[in-house]
Nanobody
Framework: QVQLVEFGGGLVQPGGSLRLSCAAS????????MSWYRQAPGKERELVAT????????NYVESVKGRFTISRDNSKYTVYLQMNSLKPEDTAVYYC??????????????WGQGTQVTVSS
């Protein structure tokens, strides 16, 4: 059974830090691109960060560059999101995503249940 389970969400003050973890099981983790998405109330789901299957390349949405770092440990089947200098606008439910192309027209895509991050005084 495929599972993606997020850990590390919570309440933090502006300027603080959180480290999210996503533990994967039930699929070949090292073959998948891993990403973090987030969705704030009343807003569309947003891609925050992506890391390639081997961890060699990363991409970030402009608003988090320099503050967030995505990483992975394939031996532990885990992807991380280190979030520093947090702002109230970072408040959202954060979702872990795994993706790998299956055919020219379809992909394998898996989602975690999400973890709440709240940045507030």
């Amino acid at each position: 059974q495929v599972q993606l389970v997020e850990f590390g969400g919570g309440l933090v003050q502006p300027g603080g830090s959180l480290r999210l973890s996503c533990a994967a099981s039930g699929f070949t983790f090292s073959s998948y691109t891993m990403s973090w998405y987030r969705q704030a109330p009343g807003k569309e789901r947003e891609l925050v960060a992506t890391i390639t299957s081997g961890g060699g390349r990363t991409n970030y949405v402009e608003s988090v560059k320099g503050r967030f770092t995505i990483s992975r440990d394939n031996s532990k089947y885990t992807v991380y999101l280190q979030m520093n200098s947090l702002k109230p606008e970072d408040t959202a439910v954060y979702y872990c995503n795994a993706e790998r192309r299956r055919t020219i027209i379809e992909k394998y895509t898996y989602w975690g249940q999400g973890t709440q991050v709240t940045v507030s005084s």
